[in-house]
């Protein structure tokens, strides 16, 4: 069925803790801060090696973002790491303020977004962040697919000026993405061409809707599958001449639908080329404990969802 | 380096500046600024060094001021015009459409002499000290200086900053923090009682100093003392007592003047107490 390999499972976050080790090693104005997660990051190795610039900043999200800020004044590159929840949530006025407002040249790297943190349950499962982020002006934001794609994408923020908000995840996820690609900042990649409709999915979600894509081969249905890494800038241009192909979209994500991905491809698509859209999100409501698989499936993320909404976007299309 | 009677004239100058400029707009905040105007000519004319003709954002092997409470602009805004990181007449233009003076500071129109943006209060202590360790990064021995409302002690962020500082032996950080004992909706002991701020910075381990920031002489001198302290492990922080609204007979003794502007007639009786010594803009 695959149109990629899985190469084996793997963490995202150990995509971004072994690029930041890469940065360590290449790029002296690299720093790395962290507030009492240095392990659940995989910034462990950063923080060995180079004590100098690694800083500890305890449980006090709020001043790490604002020491981030000086530093990004003091010339350094400032890598932030924890949870997705306390990287945005907690110090959304921090991050507005001081590093966006301020076109400040910091990267917020935030690990363990989403339902598939798993157990923790919902105060940990953040599935507003991407909508937090994106609405900030000056703010790039990137949701990589694979653990691949996540190192290359650490490697890639770091030779851009300006605020990033870097999204992972905790799981051990197919890693299908080629080795040592280079990581186009805004460019969205066509993962497997189609005529019947396209997905347009981002982070953990894309493999899902690989294999939804196989599934809906199986019944007769040409899924085109588009990974969009980075949610801003969109690439509006990928979006539109494929979806002008297919007249019909799913757009899944493990985020709220209301303001993440899927709401600004419908904005996209609704003053470019108005077409049906289906939604694989979290539909309002917050997660709760559980196994990161059981999550997806009681919250309508699987890949059985992906190809149920094909089916029903195809049919809004040419109506019965 | 300036003399005293000529920082005194300056200060004078200044005080003219705020309360014309909170007029010409009728809003911003006169009272706060009028009390900070001593620090502000003292930190900027004395003892601060910096390139106010090449202003860069880094500022490497300069000293770096970063105002927290950034609602008190006003001050800022003359000092930087009078030290010469932009011209005078652009105090002009204070909060008024396409300005680069915003109604509170901010880096996004490019004014020389900002380096982040404040306003929401707590958050300067924690940029300082991430431009602190950065020189200590570069081995760039010059410091970083902050000022503070002790209004906005209220704030969480600040004590992670504290935390942080001394932690992380901070020692070439200066903060000052502002003690008039006003906030907006009163007297700050009456409103959410920060006392003792002292206790408190010495608790966080920080060494603590006191000035008086109506007295200009008193604070070149504390500043100087704290310079000295600098670079012996600890952050430095200095509660300076002030009056909101000073040099201003009837805005000085209440919090109203917080954030309001003069009218007409109360802008002449305010500046037929401020000497003109320089020219007004």
Same mark, same amino acid.
Not at chain 1, 11 to 39: H, I, Q, W, Y
Not at chain 1, 63 to 78: D, E, R
Not at chain 2, 69 to 83: C, D, E, K, Q
């Given at each position: 069925?695959?149109?990629?390999?899985?190469?084996?499972?793997?963490?995202?976050?150990?995509?971004? &803790?072994?690029?930041? %080790?890469?940065?360590?090693?290449?790029?002296?104005?690299?720093?790395?801060?962290?507030?009492?997660?240095? &392990?659940?990051?995989?910034?462990?190795?950063?923080?060995?090696?180079?004590?100098? @610039?690694?800083?500890?900043?305890?449980?006090?999200?709020?001043?790490?973002?604002?020491?981030?800020?000086?530093?990004?004044?003091?010339?350094?590159?400032?890598?932030?790491?924890?949870?997705?929840?306390?990287?945005? &949530?907690?110090?959304?006025?921090?991050?507005?303020?001081?590093?966006?407002? %301020?076109?400040?040249?910091?990267?917020?790297?935030?690990?363990?977004?989403?339902?598939?943190? &798993?157990?923790?349950?919902?105060?940990?499962?953040?599935?507003?962040?991407?909508?937090?982020?994106?609405?900030?002006?000056?703010?790039?934001?990137?949701?990589?697919? $694979?653990?691949?794609?996540?190192?290359?994408?650490?490697?890639?923020?770091?030779?851009?000026?300006?605020?990033?908000?870097?999204?992972?995840?905790?799981?051990?996820?197919?890693?299908?993405?080629?080795?040592?690609?280079?990581?186009?900042?805004?460019?969205?990649?066509?993962?497997?061409?189609?005529?019947?409709?396209?997905?347009?999915?981002?982070?953990?979600?894309?493999?899902?809707?690989?294999?939804?894509?196989?599934?809906?081969?199986?019944?007769?249905? $040409?899924?085109?599958?588009?990974?969009?890494?980075?949610?801003?800038?969109? $690439?509006?241009?990928?979006?539109?001449?494929?979806?002008?192909?297919?007249?019909?979209?799913?757009?899944?994500?493990?985020?709220?639908?209301?303001?993440?991905?899927?709401?600004?491809?419908?904005?996209?698509?609704?003053?470019?080329?108005?077409?049906?859209?289906?939604?694989?999100?979290?539909?309002?409501?917050?997660?709760?404990?559980?196994?990161?698989?059981?999550?997806?499936?009681?919250?309508?993320?699987?890949?059985?969802?992906?190809?149920?909404?094909?089916?029903?976007?195809?049919?809004? @299309?040419?109506?019965? | 380096?300036?003399?005293?009677?000529?920082?005194?004239?300056?200060?004078?100058?200044?005080?003219?500046?705020?309360?014309?400029?909170?007029?010409?707009?009728?809003?911003?905040?006169?009272?706060?600024?009028?009390?900070?105007?001593?620090?502000?000519?003292?930190?900027?004319?004395?003892?601060?060094?910096?390139?106010?003709?090449?202003?860069?954002?880094?500022?490497?092997?300069?000293?770096?001021?970063? /105002?927290?409470?950034?609602?008190?602009?006003?001050?800022?805004?003359?000092?930087?015009?009078?030290?010469?990181?932009?011209?005078?007449?652009? /105090?002009?233009?204070?909060?008024?459409?396409?300005?680069?003076?915003?109604?509170?500071?901010?880096?996004?129109?490019?004014?020389?002499?900002?380096?982040?943006?404040?306003?929401?209060?707590?958050?300067?202590?924690?940029?300082?000290?991430?431009?602190? !360790?950065?020189?200590?990064?570069?081995?760039?021995?010059?410091?970083?200086?902050? /000022?503070?409302?002790?209004?906005?002690?209220?704030?969480?962020?600040?004590?992670?900053?504290? !935390?942080?500082?001394?932690?992380?032996?901070?020692?070439?950080?200066?903060?000052?923090?502002?003690?008039?004992?006003?906030?907006?909706?009163?007297?700050?002991?009456?409103?959410?009682?920060?006392?003792?701020?002292?206790?408190?910075?010495?608790?966080?381990?920080?060494?603590? !100093?006191?000035?008086?920031?109506?007295?200009?002489?008193?604070?070149?001198?504390?500043?100087?003392?704290?310079?000295?302290?600098?670079?012996?492990?600890?952050?430095?922080?200095?509660?300076?007592?002030?009056?909101?609204?000073?040099?201003?007979?009837?805005? !000085?003794?209440?919090?109203?003047?917080?954030?309001?502007?003069?009218?007409?007639?109360?802008?002449?009786?305010?500046?037929?107490?401020?000497?003109?010594?320089?020219?007004?803009?």
């Amino acid at each position: 069925m695959a149109y990629f390999e899985n190469q084996g499972n793997k963490d995202t976050r150990s995509g971004f &803790g072994d690029g930041l %080790s890469e940065l360590g090693e290449k790029n002296k104005n690299v720093v790395a801060l962290c507030a009492d997660l240095t &392990g659940s990051l995989k910034m462990n190795d950063f923080a060995d090696r180079w004590p100098e @610039r690694f800083i500890q900043c305890g449980i006090a999200e709020a001043n790490m973002m604002g020491v981030a800020a000086g530093l990004a004044i003091g010339g350094k590159i400032p890598f932030t790491g924890t949870f997705a929840n306390f990287s945005t &949530g907690r110090v959304y006025d921090q991050i507005r303020q001081s590093i966006a407002y %301020s076109d400040k040249n910091v990267k917020i790297c935030a690990s363990h977004a989403g339902l598939t943190l &798993g157990e923790d349950g919902a105060t940990h499962q953040i599935l507003e962040d991407i909508g937090m982020m994106q609405m900030l002006p000056n703010m790039t934001v990137i949701c990589p697919a $694979d653990y691949n794609q996540t190192k290359a994408a650490t490697l890639a923020i770091a030779e851009m000026d300006g605020p990033v908000y870097l999204r992972f995840g905790r799981p051990k996820v197919p890693n299908f993405t080629p080795a040592n690609a280079e990581f186009k900042i805004g460019k969205a990649d066509v993962l497997k061409e189609g005529k019947d409709l396209s997905i347009i999915a981002t982070g953990h979600l894309v493999w899902k809707s690989l294999e939804a894509a196989a599934e809906l081969e199986k019944i007769g249905i $040409d899924a085109e599958v588009i990974n969009i890494h980075t949610i801003k800038p969109l $690439d509006e241009e990928a979006i539109l001449k494929s979806v002008r192909k297919t007249g019909a979209c799913v757009v899944a994500e493990e985020h709220q639908i209301i303001g993440g991905l899927g709401s600004r491809v419908a904005q996209v698509l609704a003053s470019n080329a108005p077409s049906p859209i289906e939604f694989v999100g979290v539909k309002d409501v917050f997660g709760e404990s559980g196994t990161p698989e059981q999550l997806l499936v009681k919250y309508g993320l699987s890949n059985e969802h992906i190809v149920e909404a094909a089916q029903k976007v195809i049919s809004k @299309r040419h109506p019965a | 380096m300036a003399e005293i009677q000529e920082m005194k004239a300056i200060c004078s100058q200044v005080r003219r500046d705020i309360v014309r400029m909170v007029h010409r707009v009728q809003s911003g905040h006169p009272g706060g600024s009028l009390g900070a105007v001593e620090y502000f000519v003292a930190l900027y004319f004395e003892i601060m060094k910096y390139d106010a003709k090449n202003f860069s954002m880094e500022g490497k092997n300069e000293d770096l001021f970063f /105002l927290s409470n950034g609602h008190i602009s006003p001050v800022w805004y003359s000092t930087l015009s009078f030290a010469g990181f932009f011209e005078r007449e652009e /105090l002009n233009t204070f909060r008024i459409l396409n300005s680069r003076l915003q109604g509170h500071p901010a880096t996004e129109e490019g004014l020389p002499g900002i380096r982040v943006a404040s306003g929401s209060l707590g958050q300067g202590m924690s940029v300082a000290i991430g431009a602190a !360790m950065a020189k200590k990064l570069d081995g760039d021995d010059r410091i970083v200086y902050t /000022l503070h409302g002790d209004g906005e002690m209220q704030e969480g962020q600040i004590w992670e900053a504290a !935390m942080a500082a001394a932690f992380h032996k901070v020692d070439n950080l200066i903060s000052t923090i502002d003690c008039n004992n006003r906030q907006i909706d009163g007297d700050v002991d009456e409103t959410m009682n920060i006392d003792s701020l002292e206790d408190k910075f010495k608790s966080f381990n920080w060494d603590v !100093m006191h000035m008086d920031g109506a007295n200009i002489e008193n604070v070149v001198a504390t500043l100087k003392e704290a310079k000295s302290k600098s670079g012996q492990g600890k952050p430095i922080v200095i509660l300076m007592k002030t009056e909101m609204g000073q040099g201003v007979d009837f805005m !000085m003794g209440s919090h109203k003047w917080h954030g309001i502007p003069p009218n007409d007639e109360q802008l002449a009786n305010a500046l037929g107490q401020l000497e003109e010594t320089y020219q007004d803009y």
